[in-house]
Each structure stands twice: as C-alpha cells, then as structure tokens.
Nanobody, 117 residues
C-alpha cells in the first residue's frame, strides 16, 4: 500500500547537476521522515540526506555543500538537488520514508545516477 516512486536519475557529466524526486503515497507524508540513501557496487551504503516533518535536514559529510534535500508538502514529495557531481557520486539512490506514528519504514526501488565523462 505504501509506495515511493522515484524519478530524476540519469547520466551526467562531472560537475553537472541532477534533481531526484520521490513521491509518497499510502502513508501520511506529514508524519514521515524522508531520506535519500545510496548504494554503489563494492562500497558501503551511505545515508545521504534526511528531512524531518518540520523540514529540518541532515547530510552526510560527502553531501554537505553540494546536495540539498527539500520537502514539497503540497505534492507529498521529497527532492534531492545534487550539484557539482563527482564520479564518486555514482550509485543507485533510494528514497525512504519512516512514519513516526506507525514506525513503518518504506523504500523505493531506486534510481540510477551515473557521473561519468
């Protein structure tokens, strides 16, 4: 019933930008901590960014200064604006929602981001 639909991934040149989007349905967006997580082959997964229902944010050190996570309450969606992308950012990016009322964690299927020249 809970669904997370991700979009915005693709191939981009180093130094370029991408904006990932994730739409939540089947759960109360206003009760959900939203996050972006990335996984690349041969590397440990990394929690990239989170945002609370109030809009507070946290970032991994690797993302600070380059990535911005935002909430769009009108559309029950979260976005990750990524700038100055590096080859090391190449990964599958997963959107997650943690409902603080139900304590249910949900994950999207992921969207591929490839940074390469």
């Amino acid at each position: 019933q809970v669904q997370l639909v991700e979009s915005g991934g693709g191939l981009v040149l180093p130094g370029g930008s991408l904006r990932l989007s994730c739409a939540l349905s089947g759960s109360t967006f206003s009760d959900s901590v939203m996050a972006w997580y990335r996984q690349a082959p041969g590397k440990q997964g990394e929690l990239v960014a989170t945002t609370t229902p109030s809009g507070s944010t946290n970032y991994a050190d690797s993302a600070k200064g380059r990535f911005t996570i935002t909430r769009d309450n009108a559309k029950n969606s979260v976005h990750l604006q990524m700038t100055n992308l590096k080859p090391g950012d190449t990964a599958v990016y997963f959107c997650s929602a943690h409902n603080v009322r139900s304590n249910i964690n949900s994950w999207g299927r992921g969207t591929q981001v490839t940074v390469s020249s």
